[in-house]
T-cell receptor
Framework: DTAVSQTPKYLVTQMGNDKSIKCEQN?????MYWYKQDSKKFLKIMFS???????INETVPNRFSPKSPDKAHLNLHINSLELGDSAVYFC???????????FGPGTRLTVL | AQSVTQLDSHVSVSEGTPVLLRCNYS??????LFWYVQHPNKGLQLLLK??????LVKGINGFEAEFKKSETSFHLTKPSAHMSDAAEYFC?????????????FGQGTELSVKP
């Protein structure tokens, strides 16, 4: 009965590869988000989708492309991975106009 | 523009003593404020939230925070620390009128609890 789930939990890959992280929520929320947590534990929003529509795109390189097949899923695809992409990526969801966000367990991406 | 400053990057307390984690915010609007906790290698869990109701907010695990508009502060407190409270704590601000629901995170405060 996990509320927000992400797969995989760990992802280790080589520079230049393309990878995807999947996120699903079973809370019935309309809005989903991707956050990046760097090595200093600083968290910053990357994207926000509301009912499959992109709402926020925070100056993220266009190598990062979110995809929302339906309002319960928001996947993150990353092309041409770079060393600086190594981080923990968190997915979250919320109801519209209600700021409490529920976070997934995170995906630790390591680019070698 | 909104911002959050957590005044201490690390706080160390002894088990059974009070906890105080300090947070100041800056917002052009009446903000929504949150405290989230992140245990090692875990996701983020909401401790409590302020959304313009009572200024003293009670959360889970005995934590509470007081919204002080005059001081633009939202400090997190707990009367008696427990070993299981050791974690990273994030103060977060959000603009309730922002359709995107963007959360602005503070830099985090690492809480250590000594036996």
């Amino acid at each position: 009965d996990t509320a927000v789930s992400q797969t995989p939990k760990y992802l280790v890959t080589q520079m230049g590869n393309d990878k995807s992280i999947k996120c699903e929520q079973n809370l019935g929320h309309d809005t989903m988000y991707w956050y990046k947590q760097d090595s200093k534990k600083f968290l910053k929003i990357m994207f926000s989708y509301n009912n499959k529509e992109l709402i926020i795109n925070e100056t993220v390189p266009n190598r990062f492309s979110p995809k929302s097949p339906d309002k319960a899923h928001l996947n993150l695809h990353i092309n041409s991975l770079e060393l600086g992409d190594s981080a923990v990526y968190f997915c979250a969801s919320s109801r519209p106009s209600y700021n409490e966000q529920f976070f997934g367990p995170g995906t630790r991406l390591t680019v070698l | 523009a909104q911002s959050v400053t957590q005044l201490d990057s690390h706080v160390s307390v002894s088990e059974g003593t009070p906890v105080l984690l300090r947070c100041n915010y800056s917002s052009s609007y009446s903000p929504s404020l949150f405290w989230y906790v992140q245990h090692p290698n875990k996701g983020l869990q909401l401790l409590l939230k302020y959304t313009s109701a009572a200024t003293l907010v009670k959360g889970i695990n005995g934590f509470e925070a007081e919204f002080k508009k005059s001081e633009t502060s939202f400090h997190l407190t707990k009367p008696s620390a427990h070993m299981s409270d050791a974690a990273e704590y994030f103060c977060v601000v959000s603009d309730p009128y922002n359709q995107g629901g963007k959360l602005i995170f503070g830099q985090g405060t690492e809480l250590s609890v000594k036996p």
